[in-house]
């Protein structure tokens, strides 16, 4: 019996260092997992900027060097009040103009409700500032269903090639 006991308690000593370096690797997993989760979110944000910011390059030659259709402008203006986001804040966002017509327009990797909402407030506040009522244009190459929703609800015209 006491043979039997002894081999038992060694294979439960074998048993508990086994589970305790299984933990270990799972931790050090977990902590890998977390870095990758964290380089792939951080990679996608700056793709995400990139294109955005190439996309309002190509829209800008487009439309007003080439074509010379309209005026490209930045409109940037401090709300004071925090109409937009709740909060004091810059505003920042680009008008195409053509005679009376103004155009705001909103370059995303990728387009969500939270967009929408505040390309729309952008633009009630640009008619607030500006004493003309703005179109509201969005494009991205994939848009949320719910933001194009909410973007038809409100009137944002939307140009994105596939809704997810």
């Given at each position: 019996m006491r043979k039997a006991v002894e081999e038992l308690r060694k294979v439960i000593e074998t048993l508990s260092e086994d589970i305790k370096r299984h933990g270990e690797v799972i931790l050090i997993m977990h902590s890998s997992i977390e870095k990758l989760t964290s380089s792939v979110t951080a990679l996608g944000y700056r793709y995400g900027l990139f294109t955005e910011e190439a996309f309002r390059e190509s829209i800008k030659y487009l439309v007003s060097d080439l074509l010379r259709v309209y005026q490209v402008r930045r409109w940037t203006y401090y709300d004071g009040e925090g109409f937009?986001?709740?909060h004091p804040l810059v505003i920042d966002v680009d008008?195409?103009?053509?005679?009376?017509?103004?155009?705001?327009?909103?370059?995303?990797?990728?387009?969500d409700r939270g967009d929408v909402a505040e390309l729309y407030r952008e633009g009630i506040l640009y008619e607030r500032v500006n004493k003309v009522k703005p179109r509201l244009l969005i494009v991205g190459p994939a848009i949320r269903k719910r933001a194009l929703e909410l973007a038809r609800e409100l009137g944002v015209e939307v140009r994105a090639s596939e809704v997810i």
């Open positions: 937009v986001f709740g008008v195409l103009v053509r005679d009376n017509e103004h155009i705001l327009v909103e370059y995303k990797a990728s387009i």
